[in-house]
């Protein structure tokens, strides 16, 4: 890792992971998929909810063993190093990277991406696999 931030991202990954699971990331359960996005229109509630909605139902997929949709999230103990400028996170835990590409190229994947595309105006794309 390169700085602080870095480091702190990849903690915030498996303080997750762990949250979500009860205890540190096991066997079954050792990739993880962290996206955040940022709005195109941030004051727009309609287009804010409608991505909401569209981030909550991926978690329905098969291959998805944990979803978790939030919000940014800043306390003053770690404000200064905590990126707080997206719109929503979403994580999903699958048990290998295999179980994560079955999911990109799934249907319902490829037309969430297709209908809400014009929502965001940035994406990034954080995976983590267990080591």
């Not at 602080?4 to 540190?24: C, M, P």
């Not at 940022?38 to 329905?60: D, I, R």
């Not at 595309?117 to 940035?122: A, D, F, S, V």
């Amino acid at each position: 890792m390169n700085n602080r931030r870095e480091f702190l991202q990849q903690s915030g990954l498996l303080a997750a992971g762990s949250a979500l699971t009860g205890s540190v990331a096991t066997p079954s359960m050792n990739f993880i998929h962290h996206v955040l996005f940022w709005a195109k229109n941030p004051n727009n509630e309609a287009e804010k909810t409608q991505l909401f909605k569209a981030l909550k139902s991926l978690g329905g997929l098969p291959m998805i063993q944990t979803a978790h949709v939030g919000k940014p999230i800043i306390t003053d103990f770690d404000k200064s190093v905590t990126e707080g400028s997206y719109t929503f996170s979403v994580v999903l835990i699958f048990a290998d990277a295999e179980k994560e590409k079955e999911y990109l190229y799934h249907p319902l994947h490829k037309k969430f991406i297709d209908d809400n595309k014009h929502l965001w105006g940035k994406v990034q794309v954080i995976d983590s696999q267990a080591i």
